[in-house]
């Protein structure tokens, strides 16, 4: 479909309608895909590994975590 037939369409929807549009056209071009996603977390999940088992950090017991993530949404 042409462009400008697709900017004519859009522009006899409802207000509503476009502001759908616009947010789902902004989120294409804003969000990683899933993939993506599941490579850079791949990627933090391996560097934080090996400054684990290298010592680099200490690790953090999940009740200390979880006490710190509770104190911050009170």
């Known amino acids: 479909m042409e462009l400008k037939k697709i900017e004519n369409e859009a522009m006899h929807l409802s207000a509503e309608d476009r502001a759908h549009l616009i947010q789902k056209l902004v989120e294409s071009i804003d969000s990683p895909s899933a993939d993506e996603l599941k490579?850079?977390?791949?990627?933090?999940?391996?560097?934080?590994?090996?400054?684990?088992?290298?010592?680099?950090v200490d690790p953090v017991p999940s009740d200390v975590v979880l006490k710190k993530a509770q104190a911050l949404i009170k």
């Open 39 to 56: 490579s850079e977390w791949l990627s933090v999940a391996k560097d934080r590994a090996a400054q684990l088992d290298s010592g680099a």
